[in-house]
């Protein structure tokens, strides 16, 4: 009955520490696409190489988080 019950809980720790992991994940992920809207929004308003570097900067940050 004690080991179940140990089972149990290593189960449900397991399973929150992904969730946690996930969660991190889908926030990081998050962040990268906005970063690369935002990039694109910049190289829509100027033409200029700065902007466009940092547009190369997010697309190779984003394949970098994949």
Same mark, same amino acid.
């Given at each position: ?14 399973? !929150? ?18 970063l690369?809207?935002?990039?694109? !929004? ?25």
């Amino acid at each position: 009955m004690a080991t179940e019950v140990l089972d149990m809980a290593s189960c449900l720790r397991a399973i !929150f520490l992904v969730y946690i992991f996930l969660s991190f994940l889908h926030i990081y992920l998050y962040n990268k696409i906005i970063l690369l809207v935002y990039g694109i !929004f910049l190289l829509e308003i100027e033409d200029g190489i700065l902007e466009f570097m940092l547009v190369i900067g997010v697309l190779i940050m984003f394949f970098l988080a994949m």
